[in-house]
């Protein structure tokens, strides 16, 4: 069984937008946080996105003004707009739940962003 399920990944031009989502299992109780993490190719995961159950939301730096991440807390979903996406953010994209005394991790979606 899956618990955690990304989808959306794809392939898309720089400049152009795309939606990432998470759906957790809702038999996931206690949800404090999900986030977003990346690895392309000969790097390690980085964090990406990440927010908290009462809202709190913080990127990294390269992602900043571009990405927007957001929560459905009733749909225990996550979602990550992708916005003037650039070559660099290439990347294998992981969503990952932290529950109380868990966490979770999805198996990822691969982005491609192409010139």
């Known amino acids: 069984v899956q618990l955690v399920v990304e989808s959306g990944g794809g392939l898309v031009q720089a400049g152009g937008s795309l939606r990432l989502s998470c759906a957790a299992s809702e038999t996931i109780l206690s949800i404090n946080a999900m986030d977003w993490y990346r690895q392309a190719p000969g790097k390690q995961r980085e964090l990406v996105a990440t927010i908290t159950r009462g809202g709190i939301r913080n990127y990294a730096d390269s992602v900043k003004g571009r990405f927007t991440i957001s929560r459905d807390n009733g749909k225990n979903t996550v979602y990550l707009q992708m916005n003037n996406a650039k070559p660099e953010d290439t990347a294998v994209y992981y969503c990952?739940?932290?529950?109380?005394?868990?966490?979770?991790w999805g198996q990822g979606t691969q982005v491609t962003v192409s010139l």
């Open positions: 990952r739940v932290v529950a109380t005394g868990y966490i979770y």
